[in-house]
């Protein structure tokens, strides 16, 4: 069964500090992984992807992942935060076991940046 | 292109009543899956349709069903409510047979189930 994790619910950051957002995950082949974002009462917002090549993705609004398979993670970062990037981040895997591919979620976590 | 559109925003309902939640999927695309947030966690899969027929199916009892339109819109319908039906359903589309395409998420439909 495939499966992400996100170990902390909640990150807190000054303004203009790096950012890193952690995930790992768990495939049985190679993992398709996305990051989204949730603004309060909003759905979700793509921001990147990694599926093969680069282990570094950049993706929206200047954030980055990277993809390390040794260590099975997937950790959003952005090199200087901002106040309106606060929200909630949910990292994902899809399915390949199906068709479809529905999307697996992590529980989320919670990015708090203070000016 | 107006993306993922659902209805309505907000929903409030009593216990035991049935509920419909509406779907558009953003242009081009055929396939949509329902997710259920509750609050503080991460969305779970409910089902997907494509070609007007449910492919696959999340772990949520039969009282959850679904349908699929010619046009690709989708409805998502709860049967006797429970209180712990209560969350942020969410509707996304995609391309079937594009599994590196990300899924696009509409702003979902906030239930209450009093």
């Known amino acids: 069964a495939q499966s992400v994790a996100q170990p902390e619910d909640q990150v807190n950051v000054a303004e203009g500090n790096p950012l890193t957002v952690k995930c790992t995950y768990s495939?049985?082949?190679?993992?398709?992984l996305f990051w989204y974002v949730q603004y309060p009462n909003r759905g979700l917002q793509f921001l990147l992807k990694y599926i093969t090549g680069d282990n570094l993705v950049k993706g929206s609004y200047g954030f980055e992942a990277e993809f390390n398979k040794s260590q099975t993670s997937f950790h959003l970062k952005k090199p200087s935060a901002l106040v309106s990037d606060s929200a909630l981040y949910f990292c994902?895997?899809?399915?390949?076991?199906?068709?479809?591919?529905?999307?697996?979620f992590g529980q989320g976590t919670e990015l708090s940046v203070k000016p | 292109d107006a993306g993922v559109t659902q209805s309505p925003t907000h929903l409030i309902k009593t216990r035991g009543q049935q509920v419909t939640l509406r779907c558009s999927p953003k242009s081009g695309h055929d396939t949509v899956s329902w997710y259920q947030q509750a609050l503080g966690q991460g969305p779970q899969f409910i089902f997907q349709y494509y070609e007007e027929e449910e492919r696959q199916r999340g772990n949520f009892p039969d009282r959850f069903s679904g349908h699929q339109f010619p046009n690709y819109s989708s409805e998502l319908n709860v049967n006797a409510l429970l209180l712990g039906d209560s969350a942020l359903y969410l509707c996304?589309?995609?391309?079937?047979?594009?599994?590196?395409?990300?899924?696009?998420f509409g702003p979902g439909t906030r239930l209450t189930v009093l």
């Open positions: 495939v049985s082949g190679n993992p398709y």
């Open positions: 994902a895997v899809r399915d390949m076991d199906n068709q479809g591919g529905k999307l697996i």
């Open positions: 996304a589309s995609s391309l079937m047979g594009q599994p590196t395409d990300e899924q696009f």
